[in-house]
């Protein structure tokens, strides 16, 4: 059995290029106005001077999805692996999922009327590749590994502008260097 799939990200050396974003879309032929994966950025102190740092999140594959759960058509489905996929011919573009999942990863596709999300690129990882946003960063500050790997290699669960819900994401973050 496949253990649960977690992004790793590194935010002490994300220069906030966005081609996290662009390889994502460009794979997934996301509509224009649509975006599977964001980056944003936050100006904090750190040991006493103002810096930038990014964060590129996504879909967080939680633990306890609620996209899942309120879905009245039982268009999400939760993979071995922990990767979340939703069927784009059951949703009704009824939007419950976008306001039960607290990162709000589901996004409303205003031409087709209906919520998508990211795949965790399911279908590289079952090639044994990483994810696109993975592939296309070039500082590689993102990866995808085994949530339990990660957590005993001392990865954490917040960072800056991200906080982790009772929905116990899938995320984890290399620790900010003071």
């Not at 930038?52 to 939680?62: A, F, I, K, Q």
């Not at 990211?118 to 990866?143: F, H, N, S």
């Amino acid at each position: 059995m496949a253990g649960q799939k977690a992004f790793l990200y590194n935010q002490n050396y994300c220069v906030g290029c966005h081609s996290c974003e662009t390889a994502c879309m460009v794979k997934n032929q996301v509509d224009v106005g649509v975006s599977w994966r964001t980056l944003d950025s936050f100006e904090v102190e750190i040991n006493g001077r103002m810096v930038e740092r990014y964060l590129s999140h996504s879909c967080m594959h939680c633990a306890e999805p609620q996209c899942a759960s309120v879905c009245p058509t039982k268009a999400y489905t939760k993979r071995e692996d922990g990767l979340v996929i939703q069927d784009h011919d059951k949703c009704v573009g009824c939007g419950y999922c976008i306001y039960a999942c607290p990162y709000q990863a589901p996004k409303m596709n205003p031409y087709t009327k209906k919520t998508e999300k990211c795949t965790g690129c399911y279908d590289l990882i079952d090639a044994g590749e990483q994810p696109m946003c993975v592939r296309g960063c070039p500082v590689q500050v993102l990866k995808i590994e085994d949530i339990d790997k990660l957590d005993a290699e001392g990865a954490v669960k917040e960072a800056i502008g991200f906080q982790a819900f009772a929905t116990n994401p899938s995320m984890r973050f290399v620790k900010i260097k003071q």
